[in-house]
């Protein structure tokens, strides 16, 4: 059974850090075929889930615009875990965030929710001007 566990939400002021993680179980039989995809999307209330950052199993990454620069994906294979460092964060990256995987490669630059089936139940970021 796959399990995916996100934690390090909180509520920052703008400007601030904060690491997201989120640990990833029983999904290594599938990873073990060689292609997978893992993400972050977030969802603030009263609008849709929307992507954030995707990285696959070559170590491409994808950003959504709106982060470039400022949010960091990446991945331990070792720990199963995957993570997302937001640094310069600001009131509009408000939003309950949650980890995705899928052993499907989401078309280059696509950020759509559609192509994970695999999720977490979230955790929460509150930034303050």
């Known amino acids: 059974q796959v399990q995916l566990v996100e934690s390090g939400g909180g509520s920052v002021e703008a400007g601030g850090s904060l690491r997201l993680s989120c640990v990833v179980t029983?999904?290594?039989?599938?990873?073990?075929?060689?292609?997978?995809?893992m993400a972050w999307f977030r969802q603030a209330p009263g609008k849709e889930r929307e992507g954030v950052a995707t990285?696959?199993?070559?170590?491409?990454?994808n950003y959504d615009n709106s982060v470039k620069g400022r949010f960091t994906i990446s991945q331990d294979n070792a720990e199963k875990t995957l993570y997302l460092v937001m640094n310069n964060l600001k009131p509009e990256d408000t939003a309950k965030y949650y980890c995705?995987?899928?052993?499907?490669?989401?078309?280059?630059?696509?950020?759509?929710?559609?192509?994970?089936?695999?999720w977490g139940q979230g955790t929460q970021v509150t930034v303050s001007s």
């Open positions: 995705a995987a899928d052993t499907r490669i989401p078309p280059r630059g696509s950020l759509a929710p559609g192509y994970f089936g695999y």
């Open positions: 029983g999904f290594t039989a599938s990873r073990s075929a060689g292609r997978y995809c």
């Open positions: 990285i696959d199993s070559d170590g491409t990454t």
